[in-house]
C-alpha cells in the first residue's frame, strides 16, 4: 500500500486526474474498479471519482508496485546542465525564449513529462526547464505527488520563440485559462517570399489535418472536421534584392502549423519552410528552419492569481531571432 498526502499543488483536483498523474501505468478501466472495490480510498473512506481533493487529505492505493514508476531524483536533475534562455521569471512563471531544432517535449505520446527517460527526452526544453528549477531549489519530484513543472504552450520544433513555463499547479491553471480565453495575445515574426497582397489584413479560413502526412490544408469553406482560423498580419520591411518580407502575425487561434500553411495559401509561403513553401525552399543552405519565430506576449487584464502581469510585455532580444539579419534597419 502506498498512502499520498495531498499537498498545495495536488489540493483542487478530482481525485481520478490525481490517481492518473501519480500512477501513470494504471490502466483507467483498472482505476475505475480500484475504486469500486475499495482498493483506492480517500482518507481511509470509500471515494469518489470526481470527489475534489482538498489539502491535507490523504489518499491510500492497495495496487500492485509494478503500476508505480521511479521517480527522477532531484540529484539527477541537479546534475544536468540547464540550457534555457530566460527572458522573464517570477515565483510562479518562467518564460523561456527557446531555440528552433528543439523539441518543447518528447512527443511519446504516453504523458510523460519527467522521468528518467532516454536521451531524446532529456534533450526537451521541458526536462532542462524542470533541472532548471531544481538547481535553484524551486522543484524537488520527491516532494512532489503528481505536480511536474509544465508547459502552458508549445510550437513546433523548428519554430523558435517564447514558451511559459508554470512554476506551481494554480499558475498552470490560470495561465492555461488566460490562454483559453485569448487573454495572453502572442505575436511572432515570420520572413516570407514576395509581398503579401495587403499591407495588413486579417485572414478567416478553415483548417483540417491531414494526420497520414503530418500536414495541415487550408479551405476557404467548412466541412466537417475542419475547424476555423484566424491570423492577422503586418507587413513590416521588404527586402527587394531578395524579394521576401518580413511580417509581424498576430494569432487569434492557434492551430497546427497555422502560420506556415496560411500564409502558403496567400502565396507567401515561409523562407525554409519545405512542407508548405515552394521547392526552392526545400533543403536550403541559407535556412535550415522556417523563418518564424514567436518574439513578443502581452497580458491581458484579468481579476486573477496573476493580476501581477496585467498588461505586461515581454519580447526576445533582436539577435536571436535569425533571419533579421535579412532586414538590419528594422526596430522591434
Known amino acids: 500500500m502506498r498512502e499520498f498526502t495531498i499537498n498545495k499543488n495536488d489540493a483542487g483536483q478530482r ?10 501505468g494504471i490502466p483507467t478501466s483498472l482505476m475505475y474498479k480500484s475504486i469500486r472495490t475499495k482498493k483506492i480510498k480517500v482518507n481511509r473512506k470509500r471515494a469518489e471519482l470526481n470527489q475534489v481533493l482538498s489539502l491535507g487529505d490523504t489518499v491510500q492505493m492497495f495496487l500492485n508496485e509494478d503500476l508505480f514508476s521511479e521517480k527522477i531524483t532531484k540529484a539527477e536533475l541537479i546534475s544536468v546542465e540547464a540550457k534555457i534562455n530566460v527572458v ?31 536521451a531524446k527526452e532529456r534533450s526537451t526544453l521541458i526536462y532542462h526547464v524542470q533541472a532548471y528549477l531544481a538547481k535553484k531549489g524551486e522543484y524537488d ?34 495561465v492555461n485559462e488566460r490562454i483559453k480565453n485569448n487573454q495572453i495575445t502572442k505575436y511572432y515574426l515570420c520572413a516570407v517570399h514576395g509581398i503579401p497582397p495587403r499591407k495588413t489584413d486579417t485572414l478567416r479560413d478553415f483548417l483540417i489535418k491531414d494526420s497520414k502526412n503530418n500536414t495541415v490544408r487550408v479551405l476557404k469553406n467548412h466541412r466537417e472536421g475542419a475547424k476555423e482560423i484566424i491570423t492577422k498580419y503586418r507587413a513590416v520591411s521588404y527586402n527587394a534584392k531578395e524579394k521576401i518580407s518580413l511580417l509581424e502575425i498576430e494569432l487569434v487561434t492557434g492551430r497546427t502549423h ?30 535550415k528552419h522556417q523563418a518564424l ?30 533571419f533579421l539579419r535579412e532586414f538590419p534597419s528594422v526596430n522591434i
Do not use: W
Request: glycine residues 12%.
Open 15 to 24: 481525485l481520478d486526474k490525481f490517481i492518473q498523474k501519480t500512477v501513470r
Open 88 to 118: 522573464y521569471e517570477d515565483e510562479n512563471i518562467l518564460i523561456c525564449d527557446k531555440a528552433p531544432g528543439i523539441l518543447v517535449h518528447s512527443g511519446d505520446g504516453d504523458g510523460k513529462e519527467s522521468g528518467k527517460g532516454d
Open 141 to 174: 519530484p520527491q516532494n512532489e505527488n503528481s505536480f511536474v513543472p509544465a508547459l502552458c504552450n508549445r510550437i513546433d520544433r523548428n519554430t523558435g520563440g517564447m514558451v511559459i513555463c508554470a512554476k506551481n499547479a494554480e499558475a498552470l491553471r490560470t
Open 293 to 322: 519565430y514567436s518574439y513578443k506576449l502581452t497580458f491581458g487584464e484579468c481579476d486573477d492569481f496573476l493580476s501581477y502581469l496585467n498588461g505586461k510585455t515581454i519580447s526576445v532580444e533582436r539577435e536571436n531571432i535569425y
Open 258 to 287: 497555422q502560420i506556415r500553411a496560411h500564409m502558403a495559401s496567400i502565396g507567401n509561403p515561409l523562407l525554409g519552410d519545405g512542407k508548405y513553401g515552394k521547392e526552392d525552399t526545400v533543403g536550403t543552405k541559407k535556412y
